[in-house]
């Protein structure tokens, strides 16, 4: 099973009462289901791959109203060759749709009704019936993060993303292909959905996923920093020995100072080491205690004595 398909079976297990149910079941007719019209009237229909979405809504049918559902399976033809699970409501339909408040004498609403998100707990249900109808989350072991709702038009994705604000859920909405989507990029935005889904398991195997990648994450950024401080300083002590050469080889003609001597002469036994074993070499070898501020500036002074001598290109370097 995908991770999406983990998160959606924790919510249909999760316990509403009775209007938390009608909450959640309004926004899976808003979402996916599909309004019908024959000689015997109105008929609705879900059609998904999820089995266990559709035994979910078979359910809070059955216990909500009562009604009498079709069910049926259809064998995709093309690709995966998955089943597809069809859910008909013929019985009382149109009731449950006048009760839910989607249907009435002015048409279907496309938007949550006031009642199913009033409260707060009943906003959670209906959010969790999006997700249940068009939700899907990205694997946690993958390299980004992405949560998304999509639905059919642009009325309900706005809806859907002011619900999520209430909860301090800042999504947004963009228009992909034929439908709209309600998306979150954030993982710490992400991990706050999942909980406010119920979804704990999946919450935490998202949230463990997320702390062991972000602290190797660090770990990474930590490593790269210290290599290249090595390599900063390597190359600092490869050209201040080239500048001790050039001063020994033109000692003839120079004055140099007998704290410049010694420190040239730590750097030559020392090639590899830092400032600040430079500073401890300097104290073990001559007694001398040295600041790291007051090394830097012998090493400076290192080069500029050695300039006159030094070519032109290396002096930019």
């Known amino acids: 099973m995908s991770f999406t398909s983990d998160v959606k079976a924790e919510i249909c297990l999760d316990e509403l009462d009775d209007y938390q149910a009608k909450a959640q079941l309004c926004a899976l007719f808003q979402v996916k289901a599909t309004l019908h019209m024959n000689w015997q009237g109105m008929y609705v229909s879900f059609q998904m791959e999820n089995a266990g979405i559709i035994k979910h809504i078979f359910n809070l049918v059955k216990r909500l109203y009562k009604a009498d559902c079709r069910l049926s399976v259809l064998k995709k033809m093309q690709l995966k060759k998955n089943n597809i699970y069809r859910l008909q409501i013929f019985d009382r339909a149109d009731e449950i749709l006048e009760d839910l408040m989607i249907l009435n004498d002015t048409g279907l609403h496309s938007t949550p009704p006031y009642k199913w998100v009033r409260s707060e707990k009943n906003a959670r249900a209906y959010l969790q019936g999006c997700f249940l109808a068009g939700g899907s989350v990205n694997s946690p072991k993958t390299t980004n993060y992405h949560c998304e709702i999509a639905v059919a038009n642009a009325q309900l994705a706005g809806a859907i993303a002011n619900q999520m604000e209430r909860f301090y859920l800042p999504a947004r909405v963009i228009e992909r292909k034929s439908l709209w989507i309600v998306y979150m990029k954030a993982g710490d935005k992400i991990a706050d959905f999942l909980r406010l889904c119920s979804a704990s398991n999946a919450l935490f195997q998202f949230e463990d996923s997320r702390i062991q990648r972000d602290f190797y994450n660090q770990l990474t950024r930590?490593?790269?920093?210290?290599?290249?401080?090595?390599?900063?300083?390597?190359?600092?002590?490869?050209?201040?020995?080239?500048?001790?050469?050039?001063?020994?080889?033109?000692?003839?003609?120079?004055?140099?100072?007998?704290?410049?001597?010694?420190?040239?002469?730590?750097?030559?036994?020392?090639?590899?080491?830092?400032?600040?074993?430079?500073?401890?070499?300097?104290?073990?070898?001559?007694?001398?205690?040295?600041?790291?501020?007051?090394?830097?500036?012998?090493?400076?002074?290192?080069?500029t004595m050695a300039a006159p001598w030094r070519d032109p290109d290396e002096k930019k370097e």
């Open 222 to 303: 930590l490593d790269n920093c210290e290599v290249a401080n090595e390599m900063k300083a390597f190359k600092a002590a490869r050209e201040q020995l080239e500048c001790i050469e050039i001063l020994e080889s033109n000692r003839a003609s120079l004055r140099i100072p007998e704290k410049i001597a010694r420190v040239m002469d730590v750097r030559k036994k020392h090639p590899e080491a830092n400032i600040n074993e430079l500073c401890d070499e300097m104290y073990a070898e001559y007694g001398e205690t040295i600041s790291k501020s007051g090394m830097k500036h012998r090493l400076s002074k290192i080069r």
